[in-house]
């Protein structure tokens, strides 16, 4: 069974600074593209970060400087580091996987909230 489990959230002061994790099963993270996506209170679910099994990375511009998405693949981990932290960016975080061709999946994580308050 496929899992995702993502830590690391909380609250934080504006300002601050946060990294959150998740840990995928072995079978899928090495042909996996990882993504982190959020969801605010009353908004739709958005992207906030991808990288490919590559290392090739994609932002959100609300994050782009800011956030910096990381793989360490020994680990079957991907991180989510996340800088100089705003009162929007409070949501509840959650981790993806999708398959990288041939393979055809998707799976989320239950997600982390992050709080950004003072």
């Known amino acids: 069974q496929v899992q995702l489990v993502e830590s690391g959230g909380g609250l934080v002061q504006p300002g601050g600074s946060l990294r959150l994790s998740c840990a995928a099963s072995?079978?899928?993270?090495?042909?996996?593209?990882m993504g982190w996506f959020r969801q605010a209170p009353g908004s739709q679910r958005e992207l906030v970060a991808t990288i490919t099994s590559g290392g090739s990375t994609k932002y959100a511009d609300s994050v782009k400087g800011r956030d910096t998405i990381s793989r360490d693949n020994a680990k079957n981990t991907v991180y989510l580091q996340m800088n100089s932290l705003k009162p929007e960016d409070t949501a509840v975080y959650y981790c993806?996987?999708?398959?990288?061709?041939?393979?055809?999946?998707?799976?989320w994580g239950k997600g982390t909230l992050v709080t950004v308050s003072s």
């Open positions: 072995r079978t899928i993270f090495s042909i996996s593209t």
């Open positions: 993806n996987a999708q398959g990288e061709e041939p393979f055809a999946y998707e799976y």
